[in-house]
């Protein structure tokens, strides 16, 4: 019978593992990085990139500023475009745009391109009522919606759509975040961006660090050299990676780092924990061992547990070797982004020995 954590390991992003039983255990060399100094507490010292390119921005950006004297509103709060039709989420289902109040939507579409040339979009989307009432339409507080299903489906008329604040100001987080995304991910941009969040990170740390002189005598020097390879070829990923390293430097054991990354796909389907020299593999429910008679787990993709130890251990503050353990063991985990720190491809099948 398929056991469930077979089961889990099946269905999640392929990990090759191996067990071993006890006696093997014992035999195997401990992996712990020597602790040199670590203290309990400091004050988090932020990181946020993606905040930082977009002061940058707002400051290169001069942007043309819609009259004051029409209402922010909007009566759906998610478009999406293809071409010049625009797609819209109403109660969770996305439609065709074909007409507000009878107007048709390329009628408005016209108007915008001629009104605001490069800017008609973004008109559109979070200044509808101006565009409108420059047309000669003004809407109301209730607008009509013409839409058609998608794929050229039914068409169909929602009366009395509500107009809010709340719907445009989603409509505008929407557009400014990708437009942002887009934006910190062109080489020139991402590399101010980046070399701005490198001399924020070293005044905070030189003024702000409480642990500033227990930190590594090369920290600062390790920031510098972070800096003439910041390039068009860094992504923010690698990076923030490279930010773990540096705090990793010091002794603080909560500072931590917070930047654009994809999230996580891949998780190990059971947990580890250190058992005298060897690592014992259990069900996520702590409710039994992955495998009662081989109960500790050798490699992982074919990689002692040492080696990622000691991969990991690089990003995490110099502490005990308990603190540094646990840090360890959690981090292995996400087995997806340990794979990214130690520069390693994902396992194309699962196996156990």
Request: glycine share 8%; charged share 25%.
């Amino acid at each position: 019978m398929e056991r469930q954590w077979e089961k889990q390991l099946a269905a999640a992003d392929p990990v090759g593992y191996q067990l071993r039983g006890r006696a093997a255990a014992r035999a195997a060399p401990a992996a712990v990085p020597r602790c040199t100094r670590w203290m309990p507490w400091t004050p988090w010292i932020p990181w946020t990139p993606l905040a930082l390119a977009v002061s940058i921005l707002l400051s290169q950006a001069s942007p043309a500023v819609a009259s004051p004297r029409y209402e922010k509103l909007a009566p759906y709060p998610a478009l999406e475009w293809k071409d010049e039709v625009p797609f819209v989420r109403l109660d969770g289902e996305w439609y065709e745009l074909r007409a507000i109040d009878s107007v048709e939507t390329s009628r408005i579409v016209g108007f915008a391109r001629q009104r605001y040339a490069g800017l008609w979009q973004k008109r559109f989307v979070e200044d509808l009522v101006e565009v409108l009432s420059e047309m000669g339409h003004p809407p109301g507080r209730r607008v009509d919606l013409e839409v058609a299903e998608v794929d050229g489906g039914a068409v169909r008329t929602l009366h009395g759509v509500r107009m809010t604040a709340a719907k445009r100001r989603s409509l505008w987080e929407q557009r400014n975040d990708a437009e942002m995304r887009a934006a910190v991910d062109e080489g020139p941009l991402r590399v101010t961006a980046m070399n701005a969040v490198l001399e924020r990170l070293e005044t905070a740390l030189d003024e702000r660090w409480a642990y500033r002189f227990l930190a590594d005598d090369g920290l600062f020097e390790a920031i510098e050299a972070l800096r003439r390879r910041t390039g068009p070829g860094l992504t923010w990923e690698q990076f923030t990676l490279e930010i773990e390293t540096l705090l990793a430097l010091g002794v603080d054991g909560h500072a931590s780092v917070s930047g654009p990354r994809e999230p996580s796909s891949a998780f190990l389907p059971f947990l580890l924990e250190r058992v005298g020299e060897g690592h014992v593999g259990f069900l996520p429910n702590r409710r039994s061992l992955l495998d009662p008679a081989r109960p500790y787990v050798a490699s992982i993709d074919g990689l002692p547990i040492a080696r990622w130890w000691s991969g990991l251990a690089t990003r995490i503050a110099r502490g005990s070797p308990q603190f540094v353990g646990y840090e360890c063991l959690r981090r292995l985990r996400d087995i997806e982004r340990a794979r990214q720190v130690l520069g390693r491809r994902r396992a194309t099948t699962s196996t156990s020995s």
